[in-house]
């Protein structure tokens, strides 16, 4: 052996022998005194804070309590790390998940073994799961985890999880669908659509994204218990939990406890914003009805989220659907999530809009192909330009390039779109941009023989997916 591997091995061991030991069962003589049902009792309860900080858990403490403290009795376990032992190298099976209970881990992934061009290194803290696509998938580490002090962590591995929650036909249910939706995202989750998974993060599979795409049977489950939740909370009347059971039941509203008090409504929504080279985004600024009325409206092009249906199953639908200027000219550069809550009038609750924004691009410069507006003015007819203007001074400013005003029809009806800036949007989609979108939306010389149809605008790859 190398001098320096001696000088290593030493001052390792120095290092360990001065410090003082996490204890463990085995090292507390008083715990062999207990009965097993006591001792198990004083796991669970050590063990239930630690279960209870992911969602999935703390539902099913809710539904099936027993069942859940024989999880603790038969497949729990401690697992205790001094500074510099590793947890799991990479590209090692794993079957197990991990919670951070104290200490501090790093995780690092290297080009190796990982969709990585140079190595990565994060800090883990305690309340961090480690692991989780391993309870619902046959997981291979891409990275190393090792800690960087003394540290603690809860162990839990699949195969008795599964064999111990599966024993509850309602737990199992659930469990069933949760693992479905959450398989379905890793096996999906790569660039464009979302980052390559790690063993820490697997994009788009938080619980209430998760929750929303399960099927109605399951939601009704959740929600349920969630209604249950705010009743022995004393947070709604009898009345509201009436109307929230009602609405549950029927599918018309999905909700769910997140932490142990916090209650959401859940709403999803997928938001297309197609940018140009130039900066510019292509925004709906309004749409005529079938007597060719014109009524502005600026927002991007957008929609909800159907059942069992994942983020790019939604944009595909969209764009064939609703938004067909788009269908063929457009590729996914990347998605963004955007949550936001707002509070319900109706049931006192927190609604959560689960909002993921699909950053696109033109497959060709000026390939939407649609036909253009003109627009009136005193002067008579010129190109379908914005002149905006700030309500609050007498300043009008002319963009920095004209807009050209789109315009799709399909039964009679036809939807503009416009590129325009980011402070354009923002003006044009405020209560103070109102009156100027209006204005804008009357000045325009349209009929519906101007705008493309559904009939004359076929792309060539009307099969095509988007992404």
Known sequence: VGARMCVRVQRQAEERLALQERLSEQDVTALSLLSNSLRAELRFEIQRTHLASHPLFNLAMRLDMPCVALLSRDALDFVHLRANDELFLPATPVDTAYVLIAGQLRYCQYPLSAPVQEPTSQQVNEGAWICRAALWSEWTTVGQADATSSSQLLSIPAAGMLQVLQSSMQLARVVREYARQFHKRIISARPPQAPWPTDLEVPFTDYCDLVF??????????????????????????????????????????????????????????????????????????????????????????????????????????????????????????????????????????????????????????????????????????????????????????????????????NGTATFYAWLTQSEFELLSRPSGEATLQDWMASLRWTDQQAHTEEEYQPDDFKKQIV
């Open 213 to 410: 795409s399960m099927g109605q049977e399951v939601q009704a489950i959740i929600g349920l218990d969630a209604a249950s939740f705010l009743r022995r909370a004393g947070k709604v009347s009898g009345a509201v939990y009436g109307k929230l059971e009602e609405e549950v039941t029927s599918g018309k509203s999905i909700v769910a406890v997140i932490h142990d008090s916090t209650v959401l409504r859940l709403v999803s929504v997928v938001v297309i914003r197609v940018e140009r080279e130039d900066g510019r985004m292509l925004a709906q600024i309004g749409k005529s009805d079938v007597e060719g009325k014109l009524r502005g409206s600026c927002q991007l092009p957008a929609g909800k989220r159907e059942r069992n249906e994942l983020v790019e199953d939604s944009l595909n639908r969209i764009i064939r659907k609703r938004e067909k200027i788009l269908l063929g000219n457009v590729e996914l550069v990347r998605t963004l999530s955007q949550n936001m809550e707002k509070q319900s009038p109706e049931f006192g609750i927190q609604t959560r809009y689960l909002r993921t924004v699909c950053v696109m691009r033109l497959r060709q410069e000026d390939c939407l192909g649609a036909a253009r507006c003109d627009m009136v003015t005193d002067e008579g007819c010129i190109s379908s330009s914005l002149i905006m203007c700030d309500k609050t001074s007498s300043r009008r400013r002319e963009p920095e390039k004209a807009q050209e005003v789109l315009a799709y029809s399909e």
